[in-house]
């Protein structure tokens, strides 16, 4: 607690705390580096994207953001504040709440030479608007042969957040990432939104930019050169938060989080775990996920969509197809197949019960630890799995 | 002049016993036309408009031999494709613009090359307007490599500089042409955006909700609704509650135009071409036409509507027809220079068929081209799991 107050202090800026829920992450407890290392910037998500926002708009006239509430509201969540009172009317623009109508407005403006930042409030309104960001934006490139780019930004909020109900909490990851034409990134931390931002605004592809609501109070370290104007993350490859040698876990947004918490609990049983984050959904790094597994043998995936059809499906049937089976200098491929089944995979979706109203609550450390060895036993647990989990995996 | 060479050729005819009249009264001179004709065309109906399009529209020779020239282009290019189609040479969709032509011909000659303009999936008439030859469009339609988006897009989805289709989603053109808008308004080139749609989509909502943004921050985008009086087989008074589609909408200024009149579309584009530059905001113009062929290729057209309304339009309204009986009327222009026009215009559209049919389909390794621009060179996954493609930017 007093760690969450001399930081916020320190940061001066960011307005919401978020009890609770604060965390640095970095290789070791934040009060300890606070007085070890001199000075460390500490950015929240919120002020990460502001800032790659605000850089970008300066740096080139085209960029213009649109969406319900970005100008003189300064962003329902305040990600855009401050942007109207700098750069006026013009460029930063609230729409009415019309999501199909100022979609497909912005989509044309990006078309004519523009290039728009389109804000829903959640993706789950962006369901309202889909036509226009598949086959007015996706697809235009392909069936001009090339004549037609689309330079658009989608961003907003998606996924899961406090208590909102089903209709507010879905992620759609999954949906966009199926579509050919589109990139679809997901940022986990302070770093990853301001690069990823500024790469996708710099990118002449239609991309949608998947941000997360509970993140954006979080606060992060970042470092001196990720504060640089002209620092950007490549899109299309994932990052190794941390190495490990007995189980990989993959993850994109906020589960990022989640996995590292559950990784520094097993090591203290002596289980290593690789995390990996993706960054970007599509094109997905899988190159990186199975150098990973072809060191490790295991693998979970770890997300905030529902299981059938998602992005841990997909994981899993690449890994599955891909060289990792084949070429793995271990026993994977030794294993007959019903044991990569049962040791493989895992989808882990606790926001399904948030939908429903249920308290949250983080997995609980008993689920992660027993999951983990029985995973690396190639055993099934022998003990009845906690309703929740058995509900989310349908 | 005249009398001695009409003596002249009657004389030589009874010699030969050949016609050979025909051929000297085609040697007559320009100066023997009339060079400029002004005349009375519909008055438009208007919604919130104080002043409509002038009454009078003045038609100068070229420009008349010009307006038939696309027009009867269009037509037999049309015609042309529903030939290649019951060949079965051309497959998918195909939406044909024949009987409409007076609209594209009168909207191109009211604005300039550097507008813009969108349209919805009937759109070769446009295409070809907006400066793309019949050659590409047949080979497009073809699906061959020739065509202006190398058989990628097809009919729905043909390109050229500001031009942005062909689209295929009805009324997701009405959004984009407003946001193509917004550009013109945003980079101060006083350009501006036509942007088109059909009875059917007028009942869309993102139309509605482009209308209210449009009007909101006065984008300069005419919305043109070409009210061919059938939305597929649905007659508007079955599929709008108001068929008045030049009001609908209601705050924004709008102008019902005969659309089989090139003069009265031009007129009332230029008209409004002039609201939208004068900073006035948005603007709706409804243009009545009507379609010779069904909606689509796969539709007769006949079951929804008469034969003989269809007989009677074309017999009393064609928009070709009356543009070459007025230019007639008035010695502008003399039947065999039509004839001529038609002449060449067959054989480009004869060449470009054959070219159509002729030229090889994209090679296979490109099929996955064009999914990203500006990128390096990426691999995408085939049909199975051991089949890996190439996609170029």
């Known amino acids: 607690m007093a760690s969450s107050l001399r930081s916020f202090l320190r940061s001066g800026k960011n307005v919401f705390l978020v009890l609770g829920r604060r965390r640095f992450h970095g290789s070791g407890s934040a009060a300890v580096q606070q007085e070890k290392l001199f000075p460390l910037l500490h950015v929240t998500v919120r002020d990460a994207l502001n800032q790659a926002m605000d850089e970008e708009l300066e740096r080139d006239e085209r960029v213009f953001l649109m969406g319900e509430e970005v100008a003189q509201y300064d962003g329902a969540y305040k990600v ?92 759609f990851a999954a949906w966009y990432a199926h579509c050919p034409g589109l990139k679809v990134v997901s940022p986990w931390n302070s770093e990853d939104a301001r690069g990823l931002l500024k790469s996708a605004i710099r990118d002449d592809n239609p991309v949608v930019f998947l941000e997360n609501e509970l993140m954006y109070g979080v606060s992060f370290e970042m470092t001196e050169e990720s504060q640089s104007k002209d620092f950007t993350i490549p899109i299309g490859k994932a990052k190794v938060e941390r190495q490990g040698s007995h189980v990989t876990l993959v993850s994109h947004s906020r589960y990022v989080g989640h996995c590292l918490d559950a990784a520094a609990v097993l090591a203290k049983e002596g289980i290593e775990c690789e995390v990996i984050n993706l960054r970007t959904i599509r094109p997905m790094d899988v190159e990186s996920i199975e150098a990973s597994v072809m060191k490790t043998n295991h693998l979970v995936t770890v997300e905030g969509g529902w299981p059938q059809f998602g992005v841990g499906a997909e994981i899993c049937a690449r890994v599955m197809e891909g060289d990792s089976r084949t070429n793995s200098p271990t026993h994977l491929k030794e294993t007959p197949p019903c044991k990569s089944r049962a040791a493989g995979v895992w989808n882990k979706s606790g926001m399904f019960s948030t939908s429903k109203g249920w308290p949250f609550r983080a997995f609980p450390q008993k689920s992660w630890l027993s999951l983990a060895f029985h995973i690396l036993s190639q055993s099934a647990p022998p003990f009845p799995l906690e309703p929740l989990e058995l509900l989310t995996t349908h | 002049m005249k009398t001695m060479l009409s003596i002249i050729s009657n004389a030589l005819c009874r010699m030969t016993g050949r016609n050979v009249a025909a051929r000297v009264v085609v040697a007559r001179s320009f100066t023997d036309f009339t060079p400029q004709v002004t005349f009375d065309i519909k008055k438009c109906d208007l919604h919130r408009l104080e002043e409509g399009p002038p009454l009078r529209a003045e038609l100068t020779r070229e420009q008349g031999l010009q307006y038939y020239h696309t027009m009867q282009t269009v037509r037999r290019m049309e015609l042309k ?313």
């Open chain 1, 80 to 171: 855009s504040r401050g942007l109207w009172k700098k750069y006026g009317d013009k460029r930063i623009i609230d729409t009415p709440i019309s999501e199909m109508g100022f979609a497909g407005i912005a989509v044309g403006a990006a078309m004519a030479g523009l290039r728009p930042i389109c804000e829903f409030m959640t993706f789950n309104f962006s369901m309202q608007a889909i036509d226009q960001v598949i086959n007015s934006a996706a697809k235009t490139y392909y069936m001009s042969a090339g004549q037609q780019p689309v330079p658009i930004v989608f961003r907003g909020p998606n996924g899961a957040s406090a208590g909102v109900a089903a209709q507010h909490s879905q992620c």
């Open chain 2, 81 to 393: 494709a529903d030939q290649l189609y019951k060949q079965k040479i051309i497959r998918g969709f195909c939406h044909l613009y024949d009987g409409q032509e007076a609209c594209a011909a009168g909207i191109e000659a009211a604005i300039n090359l550097s507008d813009h303009l969108i349209t919805a999936y009937r759109a070769h008439g446009f295409t070809y307007t907006r400066g793309v030859s019949v050659k590409e469009i047949l080979a497009e339609l073809t699906g061959r490599k020739g065509g202006v988006a190398k058989g990628k897009g097809g009919s729905m989805h043909m390109y050229a500089p500001h031009f942005y289709g062909g689209n295929g989603i009805v009324g997701a053109q009405v959004p984009v042409g407003a946001g193509i808008a917004l550009a013109c308004s945003y980079q101060g080139n006083n350009q501006l955006c036509v942007t088109l749609y059909g009875d059917g989509a007028a009942n869309q909502g993102q139309i509605f909700e482009t209308f209210n943004m449009a009007a909101l921050w006065k984008l300069p985008c005419i919305f043109i609704c070409e009210n061919n009086k059938y939305g597929m087989g649905t007659a508007v008074e079955r599929a709008a509650a108001s068929t008045d589609y030049y009001k609908r909408g209601d705050f924004i200024p709008g102008l019902r135009v005969d659309g089989m009149d090139v003069l009265c579309v031009r007129e009332a584009t230029r008209f409004a071409a002039e609201h939208c530059r004068a900073g006035k905001g948005p603007i709706v113009m409804e243009l009545q036409t009507y379609r010779y062929h069904g909606h689509s290729m796969s539709d007769p057209g006949v079951s929804y509507r008469t034969r003989e309304e269809i007989q009677e339009v074309r017999s009393k309204s064609d928009p070709i027809s009356m543009l070459k009986e007025r230019m007639l009327a008035n010695n502008m222009a003399s039947a065999e220079e039509f004839k001529e026009i038609d002449i060449a215009i067959r054989k480009e559209v004869e060449e470009a068929a054959q070219f159509a049919t002729l030229d090889p389909e994209p090679p296979l390794d490109e099929l996955c081209d064009h999914i990203f621009h500006n990128e390096p060179p990426l691999e995408v996954r085939g049909t199975n799991p051991w089949s890996k493609l190439k996609s170029v930017s």
